[in-house]
């Protein structure tokens, strides 16, 4: 485990039952995301399944819906997590842009 992900190829890691698995979690979540933003959760209409901690735990308390956007954003922030992206991000920073 090296913490680079990069060229790692996620879909291949989840399980055959995934699709149950990913059903059974949305079904449990009642369909809404479960992203907590600001103190608040979320509670959009969730069609995705993201695995709390990253890595191949796939029980049912490792696993939450989330709406798209949510999805979209916690996988970013895990991007900018990585030392190069953030070294990266600071380079690129304009003093003018807030
Ligand atoms: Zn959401």
Avoid: Y
Wanted: aromatic share 4%; with cysteine.
């Amino acid at each position: 485990m090296t913490g680079r992900w990069e060229g790692s190829t996620r879909r291949d890691e989840l399980p055959a039952d995934w699709p149950a698995i990913r059903a059974a979690v949305l079904a449990r979540d009642e369909h809404r995301c479960r992203q907590i933003n600001e103190g608040k959760v979320c509670r959009r209409r969730a069609n995705q399944v993201d695995h709390i901690r990253r890595g191949n735990d796939h029980r049912p308390e490792n696993l939450q819906s989330l709406c798209a956007e949510c999805h979209a954003i916690k996988s970013s922030r895990e991007g900018n997590a990585a030392p190069r992206v953030r070294r990266w991000r600071q380079a690129e920073r304009h003093p003018g842009l807030i």
